[in-house]
């Protein structure tokens, strides 16, 4: 520090003392010199302004962090809201850009998932959802769950929920036990009242009839408040009209576009040398 470059810029009196701010030509190690002001009281140095290029890479370097934070943050929450949904696991990172199209079937039904997920306003005053068709495999579960991310993608106030049909038989049938709180009747209320519930695997039930009655309480509560429901099933549609009965069939298809996926499996079969 040369003392000859010293130039007070303030001086001023206070209870603590004289209180003086110079400058001072000096030297930062990685930028060589510059102007730094320094602050006395009572004829000590208090405080040293730093290098202003050091102090641009500090502010710079704290912009980077907070940003990588609010990434993480960020991230963080939007796999909080995917668990919250209940998809599996494998398609909870399976977005419209890692489905197959090979078929023309899949093609037509990925542009039908797309022009759902573009129209979800009027889906959703409407009540209008998807009826996905095909043997296993072929994609089903995949688009829907990417409509699912992408909608929530898209809006912060969207809260689809996934379930296998089993999931909700289970649900409801567990109320008919002694001591639980929950009755059929709320336990129903709540599967009809999801802003967009995803029901996976319809067919595979036993068709009874307490079975027909749970999902039509459900569907029907669905169509009738214009709540969209995206169904999958691995039927063809005459089978499936011919398990759920034509009255159930036919408030299904009053509000569910059908999409069949046509082709072979897409699933790759597990070999040996997976544990190498």
């Given at each position: 520090?040369?003392?000859?470059?010293?130039k007070?810029?303030?001086?001023?009196?206070?209870?603590?003392?004289?209180?003086?701010?110079?400058?001072v030509?000096?030297?930062?190690?990685?930028?060589?010199?510059?102007?730094?002001?320094?602050?006395?009281?009572?004829?000590?140095?208090?405080?040293?302004?730093?290098?202003?290029?050091?102090?641009?890479l500090?502010?710079?370097q704290?912009a980077?962090e907070?940003e990588?934070?609010?990434?993480?943050?960020?991230?963080?929450?939007?796999?909080?809201?995917?668990?919250?949904t209940?998809?599996?696991?494998?398609?909870?990172?399976?977005?419209?850009?890692?489905?197959?199209?090979?078929?023309?079937?899949?093609?037509?039904?990925?542009?039908?998932?797309?022009?759902?997920?573009?129209?979800?306003?009027?889906?959703?005053?409407?009540?209008?959802?998807?009826l996905?068709?095909?043997?296993?495999?072929?994609?089903?579960?995949?688009?829907?769950?990417?409509?699912?991310?992408?909608?929530?993608?898209?809006?912060?106030?969207?809260?689809?929920?996934?379930?296998?049909?089993?999931e909700?038989?289970?649900?409801?049938?567990?109320?008919?036990?002694?001591?639980?709180?929950?009755?059929?009747?709320?336990?129903?209320?709540?599967?009809?009242?999801?802003?967009?519930?995803?029901?996976?695997?319809?067919?595979?039930?036993?068709?009874?009839?307490?079975?027909?009655?749970?999902?039509?309480?459900?569907?029907d509560?669905?169509?009738?408040?214009?709540?969209?429901?995206?169904?999958?099933?691995?039927?063809?549609?005459?089978?499936?009209?011919?398990?759920?009965?034509?009255r159930?069939?036919?408030?299904?298809?009053?509000?569910?576009?059908?999409?069949?996926?046509?082709?072979?499996?897409?699933?790759?079969?597990?070999?040996?040398?997976?544990?190498?």
């Open positions: 520090m040369n003392n000859t470059e010293i007070n810029l303030k001086a001023v009196n206070t209870i603590l003392g004289k209180l003086e701010i110079r400058q030509k000096t030297n930062c190690p990685l930028h060589g010199e510059y102007l730094a002001n320094q602050v006395w009281l009572s004829g000590q140095i208090k405080e040293v302004s730093e290098c202003p290029e050091c102090f641009k500090k502010q710079a704290k980077i907070e990588k934070a609010m990434q993480e943050k960020a991230q963080k929450s939007r796999m909080e809201r995917i668990k919250e209940r998809m599996p696991l494998e398609y909870q990172t399976k977005d419209f850009s890692t489905f197959f199209q090979d078929t023309e079937s899949q093609r037509e039904a990925f542009n039908m998932a797309e022009r759902f997920v573009n129209g979800w306003e009027k889906a959703k005053a409407g009540g209008y959802g998807l996905f068709l095909g043997g296993c495999g072929t994609g089903k579960t995949h688009l829907a769950c990417a409509i699912m991310l992408e909608l929530m993608e898209r809006y912060l106030f969207v809260y689809p929920r996934y379930y296998k049909v089993s909700i038989f289970s649900a409801v049938r567990s109320t008919y036990q002694t001591g639980v709180i929950t009755n059929e009747e709320e336990m129903l209320k709540f599967f009809s009242s999801i802003q967009l519930l995803v029901i996976d695997e319809v067919g595979i039930q036993k068709g009874s009839e307490a079975e027909k009655r749970i999902l039509f309480s459900i569907l509560n669905r169509v009738t408040s214009n709540k969209p429901t995206i169904l999958m099933s691995n039927l063809g549609p005459k089978a499936l009209a011919e398990l759920l009965g034509d159930l069939y036919d408030r299904v298809r009053s509000k569910c576009v059908p999409m069949l996926f046509a082709g072979p499996s897409m699933r790759k079969p597990a070999t040996a040398d997976l544990f190498d």
